[in-house]
């Protein structure tokens, strides 16, 4: 069982930064495959990143792609989302997610076994 609780969401001028976190309880924190996935108001939950579980490798949505990068500490059961050059369309609750598997997590997200509840970014224009 894995319980995630996010933070540092907030309101923050277009163009500006922000810095979520993720924390995570259990033992076998290194065991899993880590993401942030996020919803606008409308739309459906998307993916955004997700790490693997040493933190060697990351994959990003193209959207975010050279904006946005996750990383983690396993020592601290901890992951991140270092948010930069953010734009109005980035506003959405972004959720922390872990899967044991790296296939479900970048595609089958539906699948996903553990969620946080969401923290809203709001980027205003």
């Known amino acids: 069982q894995v319980q995630l609780v996010e933070s540092g969401g907030g309101l923050v001028q277009a163009g500006g930064s922000l810095r979520l976190s993720c924390a995570a309880s259990?033992?076998?924190?290194?065991?899993?495959?880590m993401g942030w996935f996020r919803q606008a108001p409308g739309k459906e939950r998307g993916f955004v990143a997700a790490?693997?579980?040493?933190?060697?490798?990351?994959y990003y949505a193209d959207s975010v792609k050279g904006r946005f990068t996750m990383s983690r500490d396993n020592a601290k059961n901890m992951v991140y989302l270092q948010m930069n050059s953010l734009k109005p369309e980035d506003t959405a609750v972004y959720y922390c997610a872990a899967d044991s598997s790296w296939a479900t997590m970048t595609r089958d997200y539906d699948g996903v076994d553990y969620w946080g509840k969401g923290t809203l970014v709001t980027v205003s224009s």
């Open positions: 259990g033992r076998t924190f290194s065991g899993y495959t």
């Open positions: 790490i693997t579980r040493s933190g060697a490798s990351t």
